[in-house]
Each structure stands twice: as C-alpha cells, then as structure tokens.
C-alpha cells in the first residue's frame, strides 16, 4: 500500500509541474522539439532567459498556440502565467491568423476544472471584448453586411461608445450562413436590443435564425425588401408617425418630415408602421411609390422614389466618444 501511494503521488506531481525544475518530457504533452527550450524556459530562474523564451514563443506565432495551450493549463503556475500572457499579446495584435484560435484557446481553458486556469482564461477573453467586436464587424464588412450606429449627437450619455443600429444582410452579402456566428462575437449585440435585417433573395434557414435567437436573445431578426423608404416610426392604433428621416433618402427628397403621420402608401391605408415595412417590402429599388402623409390638419400627397440600402458612406464609420 505503501509503495503503491507513493507512485501515484509522483504521477500527479509529473502531470501537473510542467516547468524548468522537475518538468516532464514536453514531448508528452505534445509539444514540438523546437518549442520544448522556450517553454521549459518559461520560468528560468534567470530574468533574461525568461524574457527570451517569451520573445521566442510571441514570435512563433500561430504554431506556438497549441503548446502554449498545454502550458498555460498544465504548466507551474509561473509557466502557466507567463503562457497566457504570451496568449494575450497575440490576442491584442495585428496577426488575423492568430486571432481565432487563441479565442478558442481560451473559450477552451474558460472550462478548465482548475479554478486558477479558469479564471485566467476568463479575464483573458474579456479583455478580447473591443478587439473581438471591431474584427468581427470589419469582416461582416468584407461579406457585404451593413453595420448601421445610432445618432448620439444628443444622447445624454456622451462618455459611451455609439451603438449599433442595426447589422443588414443586403443584396450585396456574400457570406454564407456558418458566418452569421460573427454576430455572437459583437458585444454591443449581445448587450442591447440590435435589429438583424435580412433582404428578400438572401437565404437564411429557420434552423439558423433559431439558433441565432438562443445565442442573442436581444437580436430581433426582420425580413426586409431591397427598397427603403428612410424612414423610422412609432406604431398608432391608425397610422404611424415618423419619428426619424435619413438624410439623401427618398423621404427626404419627397419633402416628408419629422412628426407626418403616414396614412397611405401606393394606394393601400397605412395602420401601423409595420403594414408600411410590408408594403415597402413589395417594391424594388427605383420604383415611383404615391404616399399621403398629414402634416398636422394639412394632407400632403407625393411620391417618393425608393431606393436601395446601400453601405454607409466612409464617414458612418463608429463615432468616437466625445471628451
């Protein structure tokens, strides 16, 4: 019995001291030759040595990921210390090829059943929240997607970032459904109430907006057409007022305003600010729509010219807090 509970002692203490002083075989952990000095090294007694093994391992880039994975779960709590930070300094920097899988390195460690690991991973990937959302939102970007921000010019709190509107998967996306995960990694729209509107010919299934709704249930997801009127309203028990106009859209160059109450559109009453949606929904870009607003006791007819959403101008880029 005896000698049977000093064996498993020295088994737990190989498996878990993974360090300069009585370390294991990195090889049994999976780590490439080239990569056993540095990490071995990670916590050196000699200050230089440290910092070298740091230096050598940042610079490995994406293939000293899943050795620094093991080290940072399985090494001294030096070597694991200094492995996240070297996990965190890709984290933070310009290499898109590291990115993603330091994310699930730590997505991965978040569940790790020592607590200390845990909660490192934890702290690591919230410190990845403004990094994380930025790169997600350029890449939607590149996919064709529309991230639109809401005005606060006079939003009573001007010391926090703007935002988002709403994200648009218009004519123009060309990313498939797999790449709607890219929403989960926003944290505005995990945080907030965001619209997800996806134009009529952009297919989407239901088991995929499904699975969206359980990821964010903030999101609220609406099948638009490829027409805008540019408008916002509020919904009345008849009619529907609005409350915002972009500016160069076809409501602004018919004439409307803030505050017309929208009675009819193309023919048909208008009742809530929803039928209107459906009714624009219809159209397609170019096409001439009659629309009769009241302007207090006045009723004015016009027709308006829809046009297309489009992608933002270069300056609808995220407005910066003000000091």
Known sequence: MRLLRICLT??????????FSGEPDPADAGVPEHLRRPISELDHPDFDRREAAVKEL????????????????????????????????????????????VERV????????????????????????????????????????IVHYSDRTTDPRPLERPTIDYVMLSRDWVGEEADL???????????????LYIIRGIHVSEQTLFELMQELPLLKIERRGPARLGIRGSQREEG???????????????GMKIRDEVVEIDGRPVNSFERLIEIIGEKEPGEQVPIVFLRGEETHKVTAKLTAWAKPAAANVPPQPRP
Request: glycine share 8%; hydrophobic share 45%.
């Open 10 to 19: 020295f088994a737990v203490v190989s498996v878990v001291n993974v360090g």
């Open 58 to 101: 940042s610079s490995q880039g994406v293939n000293a990921i899943p050795a620094l994975m093991v080290a940072a779960e399985s090494g001294s709590p030096e070597v694991s210390v200094r492995a996240f930070d070297v996990l965190q300094q890709m984290y933070r920097g310009e290499d898109e090829t590291v990115f993603e899988p």
């Open 106 to 145: 730590f997505r991965r460690l978040k569940g790790s059943e020592q607590l200390a690991v845990a909660a490192r991973a934890e702290r690591a990937f919230d410190s990845g929240a403004e990094n994380r959302q930025k790169r997600a939102i350029a890449q939607l970007e590149r996919l064709g997607g």
């Open 181 to 195: 995960h890219l929403l989960a990694r926003i944290e505005d729209i995990r945080l907030s109430v965001t619209q």
């Open 240 to 254: 529907c007022i609005v409350t915002a106009i972009d500016p160069g859209s076809a409501a602004e160059a018919a």
